[in-house]
């Protein structure tokens, strides 16, 4: 059996992938060719919603995350009106499709029911791909729920994200991999809430993306206040960012000598990917 999950979809670096709205318009070809296809997919992004409307869909309302590319209808171009709802289009009437899966404050509800998640990894953005993974699992595989909750919740890293290493002091350093603004977005927003230090390490390969002006598009702002440092390759960009943010911060591109210098009980070290990679391969 296929099945396709579609969680959501933003803009990558500007010199990597196609635009948003050509690659909604080439998912929903795939679904109106295929209208059977079973598709589990996010009620609450709208280039997903308008992408997997014709085909035969279990809808997961994951709440409103990153908007910042649907701020228009993907059917006709209007701007959406956004509520705690979800969204609705003046124009052509789209709107966020019923779902009977809705995730909120860390936990899966459907008919009253609520399952909470308890995950090991970090972050709102885990747990909406957990949810979507609790359903596809459970409602199109037939996995008990307990089974499919116990090996979601037994997962503590992926490919070396969110691994936790030691400096010679002892502290503990948390490493995360962003890797567009919708991503860089939804790691500040969990690391702001943390008390921790934080390095911010940019590199500016092909896998990266090779212009970093895409750092205009993150809210650095979020980190204010807090002990912070530029690192990476481009670790004069990041500077840049953060005195226009109002962000104190030291230089130093060695991620780990960064979290060195840095004060604080635990650090949490944001890496593009070249960086993250880099620093995967000399902890795993």
């Known amino acids: 059996m296929e ?17 948003v ?37 279990t809808w997961v309302d994951l709440g409103a995350g990153w908007r910042g590319d649907a701020a228009t ?4 171009g209007a701007l959406l009106d956004w509520s705690a709802d979800g969204f609705t289009c003046p124009g052509c009437g789209f709107a966020r499709p019923e779902s009977p899966y809705r995730l909120h404050d860390g936990a899966l509800s459907r008919d ?31 996995v008990p729920l307990d089974t499919a909750l116990g090996a979601i919740r037994d997962v503590e890293t992926v490919a070396g994200r969110y ?18 603004p919708a991503g860089w977005t939804e790691v500040l927003e969990h690391v702001a809430r943390r008390d921790s230090a934080v390095v911010v390490a940019v590199n500016a390969h092909v896998a990266d993306g090779k212009d970093p002006s895409w750092l205009w598009d993150v809210p ?7 002990a912070v440092a530029a690192a990476g390759e481009r670790a004069l960009d990041v500077a840049v960012r953060f005195r226009y943010a109002e962000v104190d911060h030291l230089l ?20 593009s990917y070249t960086q993250f990679l880099a620093l995967h391969r000399r902890f795993g």
Request: charged share 25%; net charge neutral; hydrophobic share 45%.
């Open 3 to 19: 099945l396709l999950v579609l969680g959501n979809l933003s803009r990558d670096q500007l010199d990597r992938f196609g635009e």
């Open 73 to 76: 209808c993907p059917g006709c």
């Open 21 to 57: 709205t050509s690659v909604a318009e080439r998912w929903r070809a795939v679904a109106e060719a295929h209208p059977g296809l079973r598709v589990v997919a996010n009620a609450a992004d709208p280039h997903v919603a308008h992408a997997a409307a014709p085909a035969a869909t």
């Open 112 to 142: 009253g029911e609520v399952v909470p998640l308890d995950l090991a990894l970090p972050g709102r953005w885990n747990r909406a791909n957990a949810a979507l993974a609790l359903v596809a699992a459970v409602e199109h595989f037939g």
């Open 163 to 180: 691994r936790t290493v030691r400096l010679p002091d002892g502290r503990p350093v948390r490493i995360y991999l962003a890797k567009n």
């Open 220 to 226: 650095y702002e979020l980190l204010r206040g807090r």
């Open 252 to 271: 130093e591109p060695h991620p780990m000598r960064a979290a060195e210098r840095l004060a604080g009980d635990e650090v949490d070290v944001v890496a």
